[in-house]
């Protein structure tokens, strides 16, 4: 076989292994459920200027059988459809398997996506909040880990009127 005939050879062989690795990853990745994650707190972090900085601790559970690395997270938070916060943060942990982790990612708030809020509840007494919270635990795999929150939340009566 010359030179040429062996390199098609290898070619195949490098294509047909690297279209197998793939399918079981796909196959593997598959069964996984995914991860559940849950807002479980919000504190008041320093802000600049016309920003609010929150940190925003969110209770990760794994379903699954196997444990999760992560090497980071990212996140946005969307309130009444419109986006309110987002953020990242370098944070490395482990889920364990059929466990939970808690992580605390920094948010910021622009000024303005505040005052849209802040007018979209005037008046509502208490006010309620459809959020949508979504994410991505990075460092698993190619793509990361993506995960859905959605919910609705209301503040406390007397926070945002006098009684």
Same mark, same amino acid.
């Given at each position: 076989?010359? @030179?040429?005939?062996?390199?098609?050879?290898?070619? +195949?062989?490098?294509?047909?292994?690297?279209?197998?690795?793939?399918?079981?990853?796909?196959?593997?990745?598959?069964? @996984?459920? %995914? =991860?559940?994650?849950? =807002? *479980?707190?919000?504190?008041?972090? %320093?802000?600049?200027?016309?920003?609010?900085?929150?940190? =925003?601790?969110?209770?990760?559970?794994?379903?699954? /059988?196997?444990?999760?690395?992560f /090497?980071? *997270?990212?996140l &946005?938070?969307?309130? @009444?459809?419109?986006?309110?916060?987002?953020?990242?943060?370098?944070?490395?942990?482990?889920? !364990?398997?059929?466990?939970?982790?808690?992580?605390?990612?920094?948010?910021?708030?622009?000024? $303005?996506?505040?005052? @849209?809020?802040?007018?979209? *509840?005037?008046?509502?007494?208490? !006010?309620?909040?459809?959020?949508?919270?979504?994410?991505?635990?990075?460092?698993?795999?190619?793509?990361?880990?993506? $995960?859905?929150?959605?919910?609705?939340?209301?503040? !406390? +009566?007397?926070? &945002?009127?006098?009684?």
């Amino acid at each position: 076989m010359n @030179r040429r005939g062996v390199f098609k050879q290898v070619g +195949r062989w490098a294509a047909a292994l690297g279209a197998g690795s793939l399918l079981a990853a796909c196959a593997v990745l598959g069964l @996984r459920e %995914p =991860v559940q994650v849950s =807002v *479980i707190g919000i504190e008041s972090l %320093p802000g600049e200027d016309l920003e609010l900085r929150m940190a =925003v601790k969110l209770r990760v559970q794994n379903p699954n /059988d196997v444990a999760i690395d992560f /090497d980071g *997270i990212s996140l &946005t938070l969307d309130l @009444r459809g419109a986006r309110f916060a987002s953020g990242v943060s370098a944070e490395r942990g482990h889920v !364990p398997r059929f466990g939970e982790a808690v992580i605390s990612v920094p948010v910021s708030v622009s000024a $303005f996506a505040l005052a @849209r809020q802040i007018v979209k *509840i005037a008046g509502k007494e208490p !006010p309620q909040f459809d959020y949508v919270l979504r994410g991505q635990l990075s460092g698993l795999v190619i793509g990361g880990m993506h $995960f859905e929150s959605k919910g609705e939340i209301a503040l !406390p +009566r007397g926070l &945002t009127h006098n009684n």
